[in-house]
T-cell receptor, first 117, second 111 residues
Framework: GAVVSQHPSWVICKSGTSVKIECRSLDFQATTMFWYRQFPKQSLMLMATSNEGSKATYEQGVEKDKFLINHASLTLSTLTVTSAHPEDSSFYIC?????????????FGPGTRLTVL | KQEVTQIPAALSVPEGENLVLNCSFTDSAIYNLQWFRQDPGKGLTSLLLIQSSQREQTSGRLNASLDKSSGRSTLYIAASQPGDSATYLCAVSGGYNKLIFGAGTRLAVHP
């Protein structure tokens, strides 16, 4: 099946620093990727839709200036958490659909555990 | 606004039992429904994908059904094993591939 990778798998940073997380589709191209956040013992919440070559679309309540998304190629999307604070500590997961436009399954990366001290 | 509910929230069963996990959604206008498995601290593994025009999908000991008109799906696990212990997530796609997730069912299968 399709493979999506994420890097790093975990990161610890100091409050106020920025952290970049990469999401790659390894064997298929993805014009759209999705970023989710998962707090302990909670489900996944969609943060934003990453669109190749254009601006990301953010869900209500997600600060676009804090969570910068760049989708520079058909296989790579990055999420940068700017000026991270302890409340940003979470599990961040990306996904990519096999087919654009709806109707296909989604493949998820292994996730990135962010801890902000 | 689409809402997805999963019942039960947690389930503990002895090995060998057949299980039914339930998922309900409020808006029947979906493209598809997907069941995932998540192990602690890990990403998601796709188990079954049911398109809106389908009634069920099967993979090994897993069978998922979809009743779109009533907004329900069930995941049936036959002959459960300790290795099935995980959190099972149901998610619906309402367009543009955006997934809305339920809170999950935490399953523990003990020997």
């Amino acid at each position: 099946g399709a493979v999506v990778s994420q890097h790093p798998s975990w990161v610890i940073c100091k409050s106020g620093t920025s952290v970049k997380i990469e999401c790659r589709s390894l064997d298929f191209q993805a014009t759209t990727m999705f970023w989710y956040r998962q707090f302990p013992k909670q489900s996944l919440m969609l943060m934003a839709t990453s669109n190749e070559g254009s601006k990301a679309t953010y869900e209500q309540g997600v600060e676009k200036d804090k969570f910068l998304i760049n989708h520079a190629s058909l296989t790579l999307s990055t999420l940068t958490v700017t000026s991270a604070h302890p409340e940003d500590s979470s599990f961040y997961i990306c996904s990519a659909p096999l087919l654009a436009g709806g109707g296909s399954g989604q493949f998820f990366g292994p996730g990135t555990r962010l801890t902000v001290l | 606004k689409q809402e997805v509910t999963q019942i039960p929230a947690a389930l503990s069963v002895p090995e060998g039992e057949n299980l039914v996990l339930n998922c309900s959604f409020t808006d029947s206008a979906i493209y598809n429904l997907q069941w995932f498995r998540q192990d602690p601290g890990k990403g998601l593994t796709s188990l079954l994908l049911i398109q809106s025009s389908q009634r069920e999908q099967t993979s090994g000991r897993l069978n998922a059904s979809l009743d779109k008109s009533s907004g329900r799906s069930t995941l049936y696990i036959a002959a459960s094993q300790p290795g099935d212990s995980a959190t099972y997530l149901c998610a619906v796609s309402g367009g543009y591939n955006k997934l809305i997730f339920g809170a999950g069912t935490r399953l523990a299968v003990h020997p």
